[in-house]
């Protein structure tokens, strides 16, 4: 009997080590959600920052339902317990998170049409892509009228979303033990800035593969920075985007200097 006992114990403990940190849900084909939801889509006009040249916008009508209540139906009424971020997973390996109070505080969908019937993309003028598809389903945000999310571009907006996941992250990977505090604004800005699509030690999207604590290490700093600030001037084609170009030139200055200066110090640790 005791025997069992340490045996039942010790799968217990190997289930409860390997059990994900995070609640994880593969979005349902559109047909399916549409049947699971219970209700007709909605429109949802805004101004789509894709398109988004300088102060010139394009509105934009698309077809979803509200992201409050696809997440409630992904994981339940009490969804905002279970995680402190949303993390939307895409098809090319961008991954995009977002504090869950956001999606309390600001309107946000899950769309997976355009209004008028077109086909379901977009042209992503910052990466130099056109026709980019955004299926199965895109996030876009209720930003009409809304300067601080206008002002945000397209940061949280990723498309191509196939999975969602409920998450509490931990900051061992971006801020080891032992890193000088003066590097915690590096790391804040690696995490608006560049995470979406690189990984720093194991953390962050997979759009480019590499471990960007690792890369930045062959870099000279002005080298670095010129790639931040305008990548088409050290790569011959990409699709990185340069550093938010609305920013003013001295800031974008600073946030690649300390971005580099946190790299650059930053521990590889895997
Ligand atoms: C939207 C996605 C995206 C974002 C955001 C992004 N990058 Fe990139 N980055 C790429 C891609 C894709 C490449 C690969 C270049 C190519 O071949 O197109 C790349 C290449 C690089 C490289 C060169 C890698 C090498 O192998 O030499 C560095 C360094 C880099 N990025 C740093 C950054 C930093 C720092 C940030 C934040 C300021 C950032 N990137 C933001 C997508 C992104």
Redesign the pocket.
């Known amino acids: 009997m005791r025997s069992l006992c340490a045996l039942l114990g010790a799968v217990l403990g190997l289930l409860l080590l390997t059990a994900p940190a995070a609640r994880a849900a593969e979005m349902p084909p559109v047909a399916a959600l549409q049947a699971q939801m219970g209700s007709a889509a909605a429109t949802a006009t805004v101004y789509e920052p894709h398109l988004s040249v300088g102060d010139a916008h394009t509105a934009v009508d698309y077809v979803g339902y509200p992201a409050v209540d696809v997440l409630a139906h992904l994981f339940g009424a009490d969804w905002t317990e279970q995680g402190e971020t949303v993390e939307f997973r895409a098809l090319d390996g ?1 991954v995009s998170r977002i504090a869950a109070q956001r999606f309390l505080s600001e309107g946000a969908f899950i769309v997976f049409a355009h209004g008028d019937g077109a086909p379901f993309t977009v042209d992503n003028l ?2 130099n892509e056109s026709d980019v598809p955004l299926g199965p389903y895109y996030l876009v945000w209720d930003n009409i009228g809304n300067p601080a999310l206008l002002a945000e571009g397209a ?1 949280n907006w990723p498309y191509q979303v196939a999975e969602v996941l409920l998450v509490t992250l931990s900051d061992a990977a971006l801020l080891p033990e032992g890193l000088d505090e003066r590097f915690h604004e590096g790391a804040a ?2 995490r608006t ?6 990984m720093v030690n194991g953390y962050g ?1 997979e ?4 471990n ?1 604590a690792e ?2 290490k ?2 000279e700093e002005d080298e ?1 920075i010129g ?2 600030l305008a ?1 088409l001037s ?2 011959d ?5 340069a ?1 938010d170009e609305r920013l003013p030139a001295e800031e974008r200055q600073r ?2 200097r300390a ?2 200066d946190y ?1 650059a110090a930053l521990p590889v640790l895997e």
């Open positions: 961008y910052l990466q940061r800005l690696a800035h560049c995470l979406s699509c690189h999207g759009k480019h593969e590499g960007l890369i930045t062959d870099y670095f790639l931040v990548p050290v790569l084609e990409t699709t990185m985007p550093l946030i690649a971005l580099y790299l």
